[in-house]
């Protein structure tokens, strides 16, 4: 079906949170059941174009065409990594040409069937926060994605896993391309429809959603008890070392980040986990380790251990094997939960960011920095 472009100022259906769809519905005096019907087009069948609706009347979809138009992400390249997991590079509609990244992570049983499909999405094309070892934070900031442009990268995915392993997506991780919890509204608004029966109908106890530890975030997250998880990126263990790796601590630091984490957990009642990002040398001793065994007891958590995609131009390099033993032996003695996760797609540039700038998506504006 040819996509519709647009013209005039025609409605952009995907840039309506479910309340102002519901509106416009009502607007033109649809039936209940047709908004359902529309909604399903949009974020459950992926309809780029009014044509693909089929079960809607054709009056009907020549009037949303002369006041709607529905635009849709399109995959500009992909990149399969020899261990199964898939980059892909979408294209943003507008004039700008913006791209951004989603990741496909798949585990699979030891039959070779697929266990967790686990997608990783970004929420903002670059990002402002500008945190020392990242590729996105080095492309600075260009805009935020809408609510819409990030539910097309998990549909357009789920559309390709299902035809690839026969089952949906299993978990989603708002940990691509920017900071989640800057783009608020959007951020909320995609996990409810992706939650959303008519939409991608997952559970919000597979969402995860991660923030640099934006505190105010934090609470409102809380108190909108959305059932999502979260997920801190925290990366260092105190002010002196997070100050000299993510510019956002030294506004928010981990007092504030404690004040916040206990907030959210005392409202949702949910555990929390913490990212840690294992630098050679950096944050890796015995004492790194202490003192985030300390912060891992605010309240019930866990802890990610990931070893480092290293990145060209950053100078923090990924620990080695028997620094991580002593570190990850530190936690356990301490009863601390902690996992290591191995890099994935190590030959395909799956670090956040690195396949943008690969395309050539590298000059933006970076407020940090300003
Ligand atoms: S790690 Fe996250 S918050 Fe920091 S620069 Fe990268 S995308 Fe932004």
Known sequence: MEKEVSTDNRTDLKSLNTDEL?????????????????????????????DEMTN?????????????????????????????????????DGPEGYKVEAVMIPDFYPDGAANRLTVCVSSQVGC??????????????FRNLSHGEIVDQVQIINEIVEEKFGKKITN???????????????????????????????SPKRITVST????????????????????????????????????????????????????????????????????????????DAKKLADIAQWVPSKINIIMYNNVAGVALKRAREERLDRFMQIL????????????????IDAGCGQLAIREGQEKGKSMAKA
């Open 212 to 287: 640099v530890g934006l505190t105010k975030q934090i609470k409102q997250l809380a108190d909108l008890e959305t059932g999502v998880n979260l997920a801190i990126s925290l990366h260092a263990a105190d002010d002196e070392k997070r100050d000299e790796i993510m510019p956002i601590n030294s506004s928010l630091n981990l007092t504030q980040l404690e004040e916040a984490v206990k907030y959210y957990h005392q409202k949702t009642e949910k555990p929390l986990t913490y990212e840690y990002l294992l630098f050679d040398e950096f944050n890796d001793s015995a004492a």
């Open 22 to 50: 519901k509106q416009f519905c009502d607007d033109l005096e649809l039936a209940d059941y047709r908004a359902d019907q529309v909604y399903q087009w949009l974020y459950q069948k992926g309809a780029s174009s009014f």
């Open 332 to 347: 356990t003695s301490r009863g601390i939960t902690a996992t290591v996760r191995r890099s994935r797609g190590d030959d």
């Open 172 to 202: 989603i991780v708002y940990m691509g391309m920017g900071e989640p919890l800057h783009n608020f509204k959007a951020v909320v608004e995609s996990a409810r429809i992706i939650c959303n029966p008519l939409g991608l109908d997952l």
């Open 128 to 141: 402002m926060f500008g945190c020392s070892f990242c590729a996105t934070g080095k492309m600075g900031y």
């Open 56 to 92: 809607l009347s054709k009056d009907l979809r020549a009037k949303l065409k002369e006041i709607a138009e529905v635009p849709r992400i399109t995959i500009h390249s992909q990149q399969e990594s020899k261990d199964g997991t898939i980059k892909f590079l979408f294209q943003l």
